[in-house]
């Protein structure tokens, strides 16, 4: 992730109690969160004691931009300066967390108390419904790290996708009901608005893109695959001046995805496919879905949000028993991030079923991934509404499965069963993967904006 954690930590304490040590646990953990990469806002490792200085804290937390709001229970106190703060951040819907510090069972004074100190607090925030977690750890401990980390990604993606804008270009195919969405639960349920974008007009705008604006395209893809010249030069071109429609309306509308329809229309009316254009954009920091695919896009987006990589929207098109995998596959508009090049280098090609240009073709890396997927349903109260699909796996080196960009994987479950799973919730057919291991903060994530979990594998 490009922009460091940023964590509002307040330590609390009361004077009764060790305000010498209190004070050095203070100390600790704020070298300790500097030490990981965090930024620290708020009281750093000034001691809060009593409720004139939580009101200060509070009235300076409400004008800040944070990820995370961690009360560090230095000592004892009452719940009341903890109700206080956690209402900041609830009204953003940001995570608290609550940490406490193990005592020293020496026979002498109760220093901190501290883990009492949650508990009120925990107690109190439950009364108030005000959601939280807590630790139980020493402040040098790198579970705690790990679990600030995990909770202030969540933070991070849920500060940086809500009043976020996902272009729509057209509308989703006759018969695919997986990319539909309903635009008031994304905005009640995140804060994502959908912005409808003309598809005559994009197509308009490709068409009309002046050489200046395709060269940045053209050189990208030139440098990308060695095979270039062996395509089509006009319908490379297309796709260059589609890159330059699409670009520019996303930057236009500060613009946090795109979901295109992809087909038929780039096809039949530019004569190019628009798949290698949505490629460099998503390696460039818009993520773009085919087929129109809003909730597909707004789960793109969040995987960005927390990992700060480029993702990737996929099919999963076979499963193999024998090999106990699967492979995830898409006509050509992976991030050419991903490209195992040990495999060899990326080639551009055509279209499978079009046969016309350009795509990129690459088999992906091998390496830990995580899936996910926003996937709207008819909940347990029978209402519409959206959860959370998360899962994970390996993907292995292999030659390309098929033309275009694939990946052959091995899920943490059984591949059948993970097929099987897929079929019985009625999962769309599109699935989003980023390299690495971010179940954690997606199943935190989740608990934060209040998504029911499908836990994929």
């Known amino acids: 992730m490009s922009d460091a954690l940023r964590i509002a930590l307040v330590a609390i304490a009361r004077p009764t109690f060790d305000v010498p040590l209190a004070q050095q646990v203070a100390q600790t953990v704020v070298t300790r969160l500097e030490a990981a990469g965090m930024e620290l806002c708020a009281t750093r490792d000034r001691l809060i004691m009593d409720a004139a200085a939580a009101a200060e804290v509070a009235a300076t937390l409400a ?21 206080e703060l956690a209402r900041i951040a609830a009204a953003q819907q940001l995570p608290v967390l609550l940490w406490a510090l193990p005592e020293v069972r020496d026979g002498g004074r109760l220093r901190l108390n501290s883990l009492c100190g949650i508990n ?20 040098e401990s790198d579970v ?16 940086l996708l809500y009043g976020a804008k996902i272009g729509l270009v057209g509308q989703h195919p006759a018969g695919f009901e997986t990319c539909a969405y309903d635009e008031a639960d994304l905005s009640a349920l995140l804060g994502v608005a959908v912005e409808a974008l003309s598809l005559t007009d994009m197509l308009h ?29 006009a319908a490379v071109r297309g796709t260059a001046g589609v890159h330059a429609a699409l670009r520019a309306a996303a930057d236009a509308r500060q613009l946090r995805g795109m979901a295109v329809r992809c087909w038929p ?15 460099v954009l998503s390696e460039d920091g818009c993520p773009a879905s085919c087929e129109a695919d809003v909730n597909g896009t707004v789960t793109l987006a969040l ?30 508009l992976a991030p050419a991030s991903m490209a195992d090049t040990a495999e060899g280098p990326i080639r551009a090609t055509v279209h499978s ?33 959206y959860s959370l699909v998360v899962g994970g796996g390996t993907m292995v080196q292999a030659p390309p499965s098929f033309s275009g960009t694939s ?29 690495g291991d971010c179940r954690a903060e997606l199943r935190a994530f989740a608990t934060l904006v209040g998504l029911p979990l499908i836990e994929l594998t």
């Open 353 to 385: 079923n079009r046969r016309l240009p350009l795509l990129f073709e690459f088999a992906l890396k091998p390496g830990r991934v995580t899936l996910a997927r926003l996937h709207r349903t008819t909940l347990e109260n029978g209402v519409e509404g």
């Open 144 to 159: 705690a790290i790990r679990n600030i980390e995990m909770w202030a990604r969540a933070g991070h993606a849920r500060r």
């Open 120 to 139: 009120l607090a925990g107690h109190a925030f439950s009364l108030n419904k005000l959601h939280f977690d807590f630790l139980l750890e020493e402040p």
């Open 303 to 332: 995987l960005k949000a927390l990992t700060g990589e480029a993702p990737f929207i996929a099919d999963l098109v076979s499963i193999d028993a024998a090999s106990d995998s699967g492979v995830l596959w898409h006509c050509g």
């Open 205 to 233: 705008a490709a068409a009309a893109a002046s050489d200046d604006a395709r060269r940045p395209f053209l050189e990208r893809a030139a440098a990308l695959a060695p095979n270039l010249g062996e395509m089509d030069g």
């Open 407 to 435: 990946g052959v994987i091995q899920f943490d479950s059984p591949a059948r069963a993970v097929f099987e799973r897929m079929m019985r919730n009625g999962l769309e057919h599109h699935l989003c993967l980023t390299y």
């Open 63 to 83: 004008a800040q931009t944070f990820d995370l709001l961690l009360l560090l229970q230095a000592s004892f106190a009452d719940s009341t300066m903890a109700v």
């Open 265 to 279: 229309e780039f096809f039949t009316e530019l004569g190019c496919a628009a798949c290698g254009a949505m490629s």
